[in-house]
């Protein structure tokens, strides 16, 4: 069947992803990729698929009605994959009104337009996908059972919170005005393309450059890690397959102590490059840690498992020398988004063409 899927925040880590997967794998289905393009979004990373026949790269702000509108009815959208989002931690931490702005308004303005647009359509194969993230559950203890899906919310850092916000917002819109959505809350990904202020590229980064590697406390905070191949995996099974109205865990039942993934990161770079094994040990530096810093994240996705068959493919170890090689070889794509270049890029790229 032909589809007009708006996927918002397209030019991002995940985002990036589920593009190149939807306009690869559905050629008659027309992609059109909202993406304001903030420090977080670069085209660069979609530049194997933006000349193809069934994508459209739009630069915009979710929190824009009118563009919204306009979208809407020129692509005759029937289908949203929402990813945009102001994504980091501690950013959120420095900057809350941002993440409130972006996460909670910006989402609300989506659902509202997508109301509207679908107003006195039959559901059909209408869908609002919103993916958020674990976050929101809070914080387990050592030992406690994984998140559920009907975990309850309990959300830290001003990431979280405006992440639960915006869930709330997505459930009301089902509830009281039938919008058909369907919600996933995923673990911590890893993979090409992730902006490099996120633990695993900041220290693959830093290694190489023969920098210090920041753990914060201990590092002893334990994280569920997932290749970012298998979250789009996951969002293209839940947008498709899911039940109207459910929400579902996406983890890769793989938790680790951040200490140990550095540990394991400075294994596979070291070898890499060949240096003298653990020589970049040395880095590893403890410095204070994030406020109000969540101790574990764990999924239980068997929900996902048993109505959709859904399971991560990616091996951590094999995913995380694929993820370093792939950083390795991509030294150009690290200095264009941490620089100007990209800029110039996009410039060159995308000016007068609409
Ligand atoms: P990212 O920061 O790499 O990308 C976010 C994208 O959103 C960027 O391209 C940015 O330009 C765009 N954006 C930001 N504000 C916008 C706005 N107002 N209008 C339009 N576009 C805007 O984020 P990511 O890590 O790829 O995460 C994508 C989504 O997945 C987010 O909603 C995040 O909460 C969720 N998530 C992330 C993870 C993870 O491990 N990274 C895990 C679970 C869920
Ligand atoms: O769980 C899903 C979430 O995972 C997503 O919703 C977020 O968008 C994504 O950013 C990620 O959040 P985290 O805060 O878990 O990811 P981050 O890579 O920032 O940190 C991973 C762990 O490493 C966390 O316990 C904090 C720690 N850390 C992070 C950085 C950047 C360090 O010890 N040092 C660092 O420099």
Same mark, same amino acid.
């Given at each position: ?9 397209? +030019?991002? %880590? ?7 997967? %939807?306009?690869?794998? $559905? ?7 909202? /993406? ?18 069934? $994508? ?7 929190? /824009? ?19 945009? +989002? ?12 941002? %993440? ?14 997508? !109301?509207?647009?679908? =107003? ?18 809070? +914080?387990?203890?050592? @030992? ?9 919310? /309990?959300?830290?850092?001003?990431? +979280? ?5 915006? /869930? ?22 890893? @993979? ?17 450059? @023969? =920098? ?32 109207? @109205? &459910? ?57 996902? !498992? &048993? ?35 990209? =800029?110039?890029?996009?410039? &060159? ?6």
């Amino acid at each position: 069947m032909k589809r007009h899927i708006l996927i918002t925040g397209g +030019a991002g %880590f995940i985002g990036s992803h589920v593009v190149r997967r %939807f306009v690869r794998k $559905y050629p008659d289905y027309m992609i059109v990729n909202l /993406d304001k393009l903030t420090y977080a979004g670069n085209l660069v990373n979609l530049r194997d698929v933006e000349k193809a026949a069934n $994508y459209k790269f739009v630069r915009g702000d979710i929190g /824009d009605r009118e563009l919204l509108c306009t979208l809407f009815h020129e692509h005759s959208i029937d289908g949203v994959i929402h990813l945009a +989002a102001e994504s980091h931690v501690d950013r959120s931490i420095r900057d809350p009104l941002l %993440f409130a702005r972006t996460n909670v308004l910006g989402t609300l303005t989506l659902l509202q337009a997508a !109301r509207e647009a679908w =107003e006195g359509a039959s559901a059909g194969a209408r869908r609002f996908h919103h993916v958020s993230t674990d976050e929101v559950y809070g +914080a387990l203890k050592d @030992g406690e059972a994984a998140f559920s899906e009907t975990t309850r919310y /309990d959300p830290h850092s001003p990431y +979280a919170a405006s992440k639960a916000g915006s /869930d709330h917002f997505v459930r009301a819109y089902h509830d009281t005005y039938g919008l058909p959505v369907v919600l996933t809350h995923c673990s911590n990904n890893y @993979g090409p393309y992730q902006f490099p202020e996120k633990l695993i590229p900041l220290c693959i980064r830093n290694i190489c450059a @023969g =920098e210090l590697l920041p753990i914060y406390g201990k590092g002893d905070h334990v994280r569920d890690w997932l290749h970012v191949e298998d979250h789009a995996e996951a969002i293209d099974e839940v947008f498709h397959r899911g039940r109207d @109205g &459910e929400s579902y865990n996406i983890g890769g039942i793989n938790e680790w102590k951040n200490i140990d993934v550095i540990k394991l990161l400075i294994r596979i770079v070291d070898e890499e490059l060949g240096n003298a094994p653990g020589s970049s040990e040395k880095l590893i530096t403890h410095i204070t840690d994030r406020a109000g810093h969540d101790p574990r994240y764990a999924i239980n996705a068997q929900k996902l !498992r &048993e109505e959709l068959g859904w399971f991560p493919k990616h091996s951590f170890e094999s995913g995380l020398r694929e993820t370093v090689r792939w950083y390795l070889t991509h030294e150009q794509w690290m200095t264009d988004v941490t620089s100007g270049a990209y =800029e110039r890029y996009y410039e &060159e790229m995308y000016s007068g063409r609409g």
